[in-house]
């Protein structure tokens, strides 16, 4: 939109109410620091949900296999760093489930022999790269794999192989690695790698196509259970990547930023199978999280719900965590109400002759509903005794929702504030927890914060005067991200009691920005600023073009749409509402509102 006038707010700024600071400040939408360090509503696209793909990014990128714009949101691909970096591992010893595998793996492994055997120049090349394997080499064979896994989703192509991010940005694992691309270079060029891989490229498309068809229906019986529209682009991405000269039996999945990735190997018998349930449970985090994510700055009052599991056989993660145990048991509790019972179902006859066949085939399916719940309910009480503690309770709402027919974004804000916190805390504390548990298959791989994702963070937590510096430091740098840094100093103002200030740096923002996300905040941090003059039209007018910006994250297009229904107020109930004085303290957490926080009454 075009640049707006700025209003003067001087006459505003010195008493400006320090209960309208924090209830502006707490607009900021849930999980933005968050999101931008470790993960996260979604339109239709077209009947091929699943893009297929051979050809790796030929250009560096700051994320995995970068799609342009508009692209697809979930794909199919293989990868020829990948490919090299698990060639290397083979050479090297890395035989696992090699008799599982498909027929591309030993091929490729025999041709990388007949080049050692001639070629003195690849042996040393071989030689010098396993040295540096075996050295580098961690007790746990899966956390071994994952090193190499992470450092090849961030590499070009040959004969490059260097890495698309700063060394500083890559996931912390590999760069425990990084040191090998020199070795993989060399011993690439010596046994003709780059001619090896081209030669092999017709059996990997043949496997991405044959596991194309039972990917796309995975994807769209999973969103049918949920009632999701099927994500196109939104800055998120699902990725599998197929690699056979790695372990069939072993399916890696992480999350880094934005990239949900699964890499997986093909199996021999049958040809060309992989654990589609692990891939599915990657998708669910895909498909959930956004949902749960975009509520995480409102969970406070679940904290309690984290005592019971102190003592339960779970990652760290999810004892200190409430948002990540609760996707977690959702996701879980979604598997439980999907799962092959293994019972076979009945068949609802063709042709009624006479109503015994319909009451016969309603007896058999009251049977079969009843076996199916027993075998469903036994899964639940193991994974309620392994530290889940609320899948039950998401099994039962799931169970709801089916009956009502309606989506589980709709659901899901009652699903979550309308729980019983003490009464689930209560249930429990009576779980006798089993020695040990499961591991989630997903691992979300963290990210050093610096420079503005710092300064976020340091917001968040209410230190102004580091955000303010970081900010400021970035605005000096010729290079540095100006739209972000206007972002983080607009909040930081806001918070001061600078409206005046906030105005300004939130119009660079909307400038400057291409971030839709950051561009659609601003205006409604704008036209939340305009109903305090107030000056309605303009207010008006913000919270449309933030809605015009098209976001996709549910919160935003909420708080635009609430923006053009009433004018901004703070809530009649929360503290923050109270008249200002010098000695009511700043909460930048919002925790104070959030406990002030009751879910609406149907």
Same mark, same amino acid.
């Given at each position: 939109?075009?640049?707006?006038?700025?209003?003067? *707010?001087?006459?505003?700024?010195?008493?400006?109410?320090?209960?309208?600071?924090?209830?502006?400040?707490?607009?900021?939408?849930?999980?933005?620091?968050?999101?931008?360090?470790?993960?996260?509503?979604?339109?239709?696209?077209?009947?091929?949900?699943?893009?297929?793909?051979?050809?790796?990014?030929?250009?560096?990128?700051?994320?995995?296999?970068?799609?342009?714009?508009?692209?697809?949101?979930?794909?199919?691909?293989?990868?020829?760093?990948? *490919?090299?970096?698990?060639?290397?591992?083979?050479?090297?010893?890395?035989?696992?489930?090699?008799?599982?595998?498909?027929?591309?793996? =030993?091929?490729?492994?025999?041709?990388?022999?007949?080049?050692?055997?001639?070629?003195?120049?690849?042996?040393?090349?071989?030689?010098?790269?396993?040295?540096?394997?075996?050295?580098?080499?961690?007790?746990?064979?899966?956390?071994?794999?994952?090193?190499?896994?992470?450092?090849?989703?961030?590499?070009?192509?040959?004969? $490059?192989?260097?890495?698309?991010?700063?060394?500083?940005?890559?996931?912390?694992?590999?760069?425990?690695?990084?040191?090998?691309?020199?070795?993989?270079?060399?011993?690439?060029?010596?046994?003709?790698?780059?001619?090896?891989?081209?030669?092999?490229?017709?059996?990997?498309?043949?496997?991405?196509?044959?596991?194309?068809?039972?990917?796309?229906?995975?994807?769209?019986?999973?969103?049918?259970?949920?009632?999701?529209?099927?994500?196109?682009?939104?800055?998120?991405?699902?990725?599998? =990547?197929?690699?056979?000269?790695?372990?069939?039996?072993?399916?890696?999945?992480?999350?880094?930023?934005?990239?949900?990735?699964?890499?997986?190997?093909?199996?021999?018998?049958?040809?060309?199978?992989?654990?589609?349930?692990?891939?599915?449970?990657?998708?669910?985090?895909?498909?959930?999280?956004?949902?749960?994510?975009?509520?995480?700055?409102?969970?406070?009052?679940? =904290?309690?719900?984290?005592?019971?599991?102190?003592?339960?056989?779970?990652?760290?993660?999810?004892?200190?965590?409430?948002?990540?145990?609760?996707?977690?048991?959702?996701?879980?509790?979604?598997?439980?109400?999907?799962?092959?019972?293994?019972?076979?179902?009945? @068949?609802?006859?063709?042709?009624?002759?006479?109503?015994?066949?319909?009451?016969?085939?309603?007896?058999?399916?009251?049977?079969?509903?009843?076996?199916?719940?027993?075998?469903?309910?036994?899964?639940?009480?193991?994974?309620?005794?392994?530290?889940?503690?609320?899948?039950?309770? *998401?099994?039962?709402?799931?169970?709801?929702?089916?009956?009502?027919?309606?989506?589980?974004?709709?659901?899901?804000? $009652?699903?979550?504030?309308?729980?019983?916190?003490?009464?689930?805390?209560?249930?429990?504390?009576?779980?006798?927890?089993?020695?040990?548990?499961?591991?989630?298959?997903?691992?979300?791989?963290?990210?050093?914060?610096?420079? =503005?994702?710092?300064?976020?963070? @340091?917001?968040?937590?209410?230190?102004?005067?580091?955000?303010?510096?970081?900010?400021?430091?970035?605005?000096?740098?010729?290079n540095g991200d100006h739209a972000q840094a206007h972002y983080v100093m607009a909040r930081v103002n806001l918070?001061?009691?600078?409206?005046?200030?906030?105005?300004?740096?939130?119009?660079?923002?909307?400038?400057?920005?291409?971030?839709?996300?950051?561009?659609?905040?601003?205006?409604?941090?704008?036209?939340?600023?305009?109903?305090?003059?107030?000056?309605?039209?303009?207010?008006?007018?913000?919270?449309?073009?933030?809605?015009?910006?098209?976001?996709?994250?549910?919160?935003?297009?909420?708080?635009?749409?609430?923006?053009? @229904?009433?004018?901004?107020?703070?809530?009649?109930?929360?503290?923050?509402?109270?008249?200002?004085?010098?000695?009511?303290?700043?909460?930048?957490?919002?925790?104070?509102?959030?406990?002030?926080?009751?879910?609406?009454?149907?």
């Open positions: 939109m075009p640049f707006l006038n700025r209003p003067s *707010f001087l006459r505003y700024t010195a008493s400006f109410p320090l209960c309208l600071a924090v209830a502006l400040f707490l607009a900021l939408p849930a999980g933005t620091a968050a999101a931008q360090s470790d993960s996260s509503s979604s339109s239709s696209t077209s009947d091929s949900t699943v893009t297929k793909s051979s050809k790796p990014a030929s250009r560096p990128a700051p994320r995995v296999a970068q799609p342009e714009a508009g692209g697809s949101a979930i794909t199919l691909e293989t990868n020829e760093p990948l *490919f090299e970096l698990a060639v290397a591992l083979n050479v090297c010893g890395y035989d696992a489930d090699l008799a599982n595998s498909n027929p591309v793996r =030993l091929k490729v492994r025999e041709e990388i022999n007949e080049e050692l055997a001639v070629s003195s120049a690849a042996r040393e090349s071989r030689d010098a790269l396993c040295g540096y394997v075996r050295e580098h080499t961690l007790t746990d064979n899966a956390l071994n794999l994952a090193q190499y896994i992470s450092l090849a989703l961030y590499l070009t192509p040959p004969p $490059e192989l260097a890495p698309t991010v700063d060394e500083t940005e890559l996931p912390p694992d590999s760069t425990q690695v990084v040191n090998i691309l020199p070795l993989l270079r060399t011993f690439g060029q010596d046994v003709h790698l780059h001619a090896i891989w081209i030669k092999h490229r017709p059996e990997y498309e043949e496997l991405v196509s044959k596991i194309h068809d039972p990917l796309t229906k995975m994807v769209l019986d999973t969103n049918i259970y949920l009632r999701l529209p099927v994500s196109s682009y939104d800055g998120r991405r699902f990725l599998v =990547l197929l690699e056979p000269m790695l372990s069939p039996a072993v399916t890696n999945a992480r999350i880094y930023t934005n990239d949900y990735i699964v890499v997986a190997s093909p199996a021999g018998d049958p040809p060309g199978a992989v654990r589609m349930d692990q891939i599915r449970h990657t998708y669910l985090h895909y498909e959930v999280e956004p949902l749960i994510y975009a509520r995480a700055a409102a969970m406070d009052r679940l =904290l309690p719900l984290l005592k019971p599991v102190q003592d339960a056989p779970l990652d760290f993660t999810y004892k200190s965590d409430i948002v990540a145990l609760l996707t977690e048991c959702l996701i879980k509790a979604v598997e439980a109400r999907t799962m092959d019972v293994g019972i076979a179902r009945p @068949k609802r006859p063709d042709v009624v002759r006479q109503r015994a066949d319909i009451e016969q085939y309603e007896a058999e399916m009251t049977a079969y509903d009843r076996q199916a719940e027993a075998v469903r309910r036994k899964t639940l009480d193991l994974e309620t005794r392994q530290g889940w503690v609320l899948v039950d309770y *998401f099994y039962d709402k799931l169970g709801e929702l089916e009956k009502e027919s309606i989506s589980l974004k709709e659901d899901i804000g $009652e699903m979550v504030y309308g729980m019983d916190v003490e009464r689930e805390r209560h249930r429990d504390e009576q779980i006798v927890f089993l020695p040990e548990g499961t591991h989630d298959l997903v691992r979300r791989v963290p990210r050093q914060i610096s420079g =503005l994702d710092l300064a976020e963070t @340091k917001l968040l937590k209410g230190d102004l005067d580091g955000a303010s510096a970081l900010a400021k430091s970035a605005l000096e740098d010729p918070m001061q009691r600078e409206p005046d200030a906030a105005i300004e740096d939130f119009e660079q923002t909307v400038q400057l920005s291409k971030d839709p996300r950051t561009l659609a905040w601003s205006h409604i941090y704008l036209g939340r600023l305009y109903d305090v003059v107030p000056d309605r039209q303009k207010a008006v007018a913000e919270y449309q073009a933030a809605l015009t910006v098209r976001d996709s994250q549910p919160d935003t297009k909420a708080a635009a749409e609430k923006g053009l @229904k009433q004018p901004f107020t703070t809530t009649p109930n929360s503290p923050a509402a109270k008249p200002d004085t010098n000695e009511e303290p700043l909460d930048p957490s919002g925790k104070a509102e959030k406990q002030a926080y009751r879910p609406p009454s149907k």
